[in-house]
């Protein structure tokens, strides 16, 4: 596989150096790409990143994940109007070892392979510097001039936000000793990112340059947005991350199941390891039947398998037909609580206590006295009559019967639906 190609027919280059594509075809190569620890997880905006370097060692070549230890501790103003927060050394170091767990679930790190994946940490050589041997050495590779003509810094000198400190001004040097450090001491000849990394990027390959005469090389990819050009990866509930103890399996799927045909057809090329074959077919059947949403499904289904697993994929399946399928019961005895509250949010919610149905409750009562889903007794005949009234996916035929604890699944949820399309949860506390 040739990368360069392979990210090209995926829409996933930006910009990239002269000469990249050469010294790829050359040998196998190195290459880095940063992530700043500022939570103990990713989400989705990291995802791009990921996916890169994952191309990059399927394609026989090195992959390094720099965590910024040092970086992070300062926070990078490229794309920001004002300064982070900035995090202690234990806080930094907790976040890059869950980080680290979550991407050897999906990147080759133990193999004895050449080309078998690294992990690094910038606070392990940036601790070692003090602030005058930093001045002296790294400080005088790069102008003032050459940092200032950066958009990162212009942007913000411009009046974007409130102005950048010397901390933040520092970044993009950081940044290219790391580069440089990499350079030396892994024969790191790329580093890759978001196209906002550009001008911290070639500051590397600059420094690179001028101190040691060597040639370095740099590769971005585009910002993703969403067809409607709002931010990718967040909700009115905030970020999708990757941990399943942030955002759910369920919620997870339903992020990817629900967007949009024309952002579909761009994520299931950037997102997944699909064939350009594979996907030119899905995306010919999905414009023949798109109310099959074919690539959605597609596209929800490798993209939770690969960030969790085949199991939850399944589990997040069957809690989506939940509300629309005809075999509740079964469908609800697979899911955790957790997960099914998550299903049923929105839902209007009803609660009974346990002694109150000791000895059962007629449904009518249940249903207009203690959970106020239907207005009246003769409106819920009238939708029983019809067959309109379901119970946990099963018609109800008599309007009195009696419900006690036995009828709740789990012993706790109750699932009433009235007509085809209003859904309410009674659950038993």
């Given at each position: 596989?040739?990368?360069?190609?392979?990210?090209?027919?995926?829409?996933?280059?930006?910009?990239?150096?002269?000469?990249?594509?050469?010294?790829?075809?050359?040998?196998?190569?190195?290459?880095?790409?940063?992530?700043?620890?500022?939570?103990?997880?990713?989400?989705?905006?990291?995802?791009?990143?990921?996916?890169?370097?994952?191309?990059?060692?399927?394609?026989?070549?090195?992959?390094?994940?720099?965590?910024?230890?040092?970086?992070?501790?300062?926070?990078?103003?490229?794309?920001?109007?004002?300064?982070?927060?900035?995090?202690?050394?234990?806080?930094?170091?907790?976040?890059?070892?869950?980080?680290?767990?979550?991407?050897?679930?999906?990147?080759?790190?133990?193999?004895?392979?050449?080309?078998?994946?690294?992990?690094?940490?910038?606070?392990?050589?940036?601790?070692?510097?003090?602030?005058?041997?930093?001045?002296?050495?790294i400080g005088k590779m790069i102008t003032v001039n050459y940092m200032m003509a950066k958009d990162s810094v212009k942007k913000r000198l411009a009046?974007?936000?409130?102005?950048?400190?010397?901390?933040?001004?520092?970044?993009?040097?950081?940044?290219?000793?790391?580069?440089?450090?990499?350079?030396?001491?892994?024969?790191?000849?790329?580093?890759?990112?978001?196209?906002?990394q550009w001008g911290n990027i070639t500051t590397g390959t600059e420094m690179i340059r001028r101190s040691l005469a060597g040639e370095a090389f740099?590769?971005?990819?585009?910002?993703?947005?969403?067809?409607?050009?709002?931010?990718?990866?967040?909700?009115?509930?905030?970020?999708?991350?990757?941990?399943?103890?942030?955002?759910?399996?369920?919620?997870?799927?339903?992020?990817?199941?629900?967007?949009?045909?024309?952002?579909?057809?761009?994520?299931?090329?950037?997102?997944?390891?699909?064939?350009?074959?594979?996907?030119?077919?899905?995306?010919?059947?999905?414009?023949?039947?798109?109310?099959?949403?074919?690539?959605?499904?597609?596209?929800?289904?490798?993209?939770?398998?690969?960030?969790?697993?085949?199991?939850?994929?399944?589990?997040?399946?069957?809690?989506?037909?939940?509300?629309?399928?005809?075999?509740?019961?079964?469908?609800?005895?697979?899911?955790?609580?957790?997960?099914?509250?998550?299903?049923?949010?929105?839902?209007?919610?009803?609660?009974?206590?346990?002694?109150?149905?000791?000895?059962?409750?007629?449904?009518?009562?249940?249903?207009?006295?203690?959970?106020?889903?239907?207005?009246?007794?003769?409106?819920?005949?009238?939708?029983?009559?019809?067959?309109?009234?379901?119970?946990?996916?099963?018609?109800?035929?008599?309007?009195?019967?009696?419900?006690?604890?036995?009828?709740?699944?789990?012993?706790?949820?109750?699932?009433?639906q009235k007509g085809k399309k209003n859904n309410y949860l009674i659950v038993c506390r």
């Amino acid at each position: 596989m040739n990368f360069i190609n392979e990210l090209r027919w995926r829409g996933m280059i930006q910009d990239i150096m002269p000469g990249t594509e050469e010294q790829l075809a050359k040998e196998m190569t190195t290459a880095y790409l940063g992530i700043d620890p500022t939570a103990d997880s990713l989400h989705i905006g990291h995802l791009v990143g990921v996916m890169i370097l994952i191309h990059f060692q399927r394609c026989g070549h090195k992959p390094i994940f720099l965590i910024g230890g040092a970086t992070g501790m300062i926070g990078d103003p490229s794309g920001k109007s004002a300064e982070r927060n900035l995090l202690d050394e234990p806080t930094l170091r907790h976040n890059q070892e869950a980080i680290k767990r979550q991407l050897g679930k999906i990147i080759d790190f133990d193999s004895t392979s050449a080309n078998a994946a690294e992990m690094v940490n910038n606070y392990d050589w940036m601790s070692q510097w003090n602030f005058l041997e930093f001045c002296r050495s790294i400080g005088k590779m790069i102008t003032v001039n050459y940092m200032m003509a950066k958009d990162s810094v212009k942007k913000r000198l411009a009046g974007e936000g409130e102005g950048m400190s010397f901390t933040e001004f520092t970044y993009q040097l950081i940044q290219g000793y790391d580069f440089l450090h990499l350079y030396k001491e892994k024969n790191c000849k790329l580093q890759m990112g978001g196209s906002d990394q550009w001008g911290n990027i070639t500051t590397g390959t600059e420094m690179i340059r001028r101190s040691l005469a060597g040639e370095a090389f740099a590769l971005t990819c585009p910002l993703i947005k969403k067809a409607d050009g709002t931010k990718f990866g967040k909700t009115e509930s905030g970020n999708i991350w990757l941990s399943a103890e942030y955002t759910s399996p369920y919620k997870f799927y339903q992020f990817w199941l629900n967007v949009s045909d024309e952002d579909a057809e761009k994520y299931i090329k950037i997102f997944t390891l699909l064939d350009e074959q594979t996907i030119v077919e899905l995306i010919a059947a999905h414009s023949q039947a798109p109310h099959q949403r074919l690539l959605q499904k597609r596209l929800a289904e490798e993209v939770t398998v690969m960030i969790h697993s085949r199991e939850d994929y399944e589990t997040a399946v069957a809690a989506s037909g939940i509300l629309f399928g005809g075999n509740a019961v079964e469908l609800l005895a697979k899911v955790d609580e957790k997960t099914l509250l998550q299903v049923f949010e929105g839902v209007p919610q009803f609660e009974i206590s346990a002694p109150e149905l000791a000895d059962g409750i007629p449904f009518s009562t249940l249903v207009t006295e203690r959970a106020a889903i239907f207005a009246s007794k003769s409106e819920l005949r009238r939708l029983v009559q019809g067959g309109g009234v379901s119970l946990c996916g099963d018609k109800v035929a008599d309007a009195e019967m009696v419900v006690d604890s036995s009828r709740f699944i789990s012993g706790k949820f109750l699932l009433v639906q009235k007509g085809k399309k209003n859904n309410y949860l009674i659950v038993c506390r």
